[in-house]
């Protein structure tokens, strides 16, 4: 195993990411992989306006660990993280859950989600699908000129953690809920039992709605994708949603909004960091995620003033908070 640590920026505090586990082609595109979230990682933390700054963790596997074998991994690893102290503070990524982030904090302090148990914040996952509702119902309002979801249609691709949450809430808001997932069982359950549509995962991205929740995997927003969709928003979960920075000027031109992913889906580091390390009570978490949405109706207000993209306004925002006071 590889492991890369990248701590991209500590210009507004110690430097927060989740640990990522996969296996890579080589170990090189596994410190890519890591370099490039980390960066994303400062532009989160500081559109979302709170003091750290971005880091990412990357465990480059031949093949996912299990039992002992993880167990002695996750070790070795918390023992790296806790060499830098707290200008490193991880939480759960891709393939690590709450249980692994538990054994990582056997070493190294500053470990964030892990079970309540053992006096962690527990699953991000329902404040991420809280806070992307929020951005969902502003977006709503800036192309209908309602926030209100009531009839809308609304695409979730990637029923998982995040997107099953999601398409709760939408139902609970009287949305037209559709459900997309490779795992069919899992889409057609939620379907059941919120009275929504499924739509096959081949076919998700040309569906006809009004709103796409991308909640699945990154890069699915593409020179090829872009001109098959047939909505007016694009407003999801899952990271890295464009597969190039020229993507967000062809949605622009497309005539569809779209909701920068970092500023979108930061619900659960703002439950995590919040609750964790900034001391915030439900209230209070609860009052930032509503935040969510009026952040990005100021990324829309000012891409549309400038004439620019939201990718470009979202960047802007966040970048003219990392200078240091
Ligand atoms: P998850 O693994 O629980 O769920 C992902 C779901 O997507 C699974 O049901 C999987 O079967 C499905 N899926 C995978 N490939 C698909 C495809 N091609 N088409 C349709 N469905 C597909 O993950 P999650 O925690 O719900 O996260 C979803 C996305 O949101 C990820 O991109 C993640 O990085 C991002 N995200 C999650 C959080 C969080 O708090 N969990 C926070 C920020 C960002």
Redesign the pocket.
């Known amino acids: 195993t590889w492991m890369f640590v990248c701590i991209h920026s500590t210009a507004r505090g110690p430097a927060g990411g989740g640990t990522r586990m996969k296996t890579y082609p080589t170990p090189a595109d596994g410190l890519a992989d890591a370099m490039r979230l980390s960066a994303a990682m400062t532009l989160k933390m500081a559109a979302t306006d709170i003091p750290f700054g971005g880091a990412k963790a990357v465990l480059a596997v031949s093949a996912l660990p299990e039992g002992d074998e993880r167990r002695r991994l996750l070790l070795r690893y918390g023992d790296l993280a806790a060499s830098l102290g707290g200008n490193f503070q991880t939480g759960p990524?891709?393939n690590t859950t709450i249980a692994d982030m538990d054994v990582i904090a056997e070493r190294h302090e500053h470990v964030f989600c892990r079970s309540k148990e053992r006096g962690g914040s527990g699953?991000?996952?329902p404040?991420?699908a809280r806070g992307v509702f929020h951005g969902i119902r502003a977006s709503a309002a800036q192309v209908f000129g309602t926030p209100d979801l009531a009839g809308r249609s609304v695409l979730v691709?990637?029923?998982?953690?995040?997107?099953a949450r999601l398409a709760e809430q939408l139902a609970e808001a009287a949305s037209r809920v559709l459900v997309?997932?490779?795992?069919t069982e899992?889409a057609k359950d939620i379907a059941d039992r919120i009275g929504a549509e499924v739509v096959r995962?081949e076919t998700?991205i040309g569906t006809d709605c009004d709103i796409y929740a991308p909640?699945?995997?990154?890069g699915t927003l593409s020179a090829e994708t872009i001109p098959q969709l047939r909505c007016r928003i694009v407003a999801?979960?899952?990271?890295n949603q464009l597969g190039e920075p020229d993507d967000g000027a062809r949605l622009a031109e497309a005539g569809i909004l779209y909701a920068p992913d970092y500023v979108i889906?930061?619900?659960?580091?703002i439950h995590a960091w919040g609750v964790e390390s900034l001391g915030w009570d439900l209230e209070t978490v609860e009052d930032r995620l509503a935040g969510i949405g009026t952040t990005l109706t100021d990324i829309y207000e000012y891409a549309e003033a400038e004439g620019i993209t939201t990718e470009a306004a979202a960047e802007q925002l966040a970048r003219s908070r990392l200078v240091r006071s």
């Open positions: 990524d891709v699953d991000p996952g404040y991420t691709q990637g029923v998982g953690d995040v997107g997309s997932d490779i795992d899992r995962a998700a909640c699945a995997l990154g999801g979960s899952a990271n889906n930061a619900g659960g580091v």
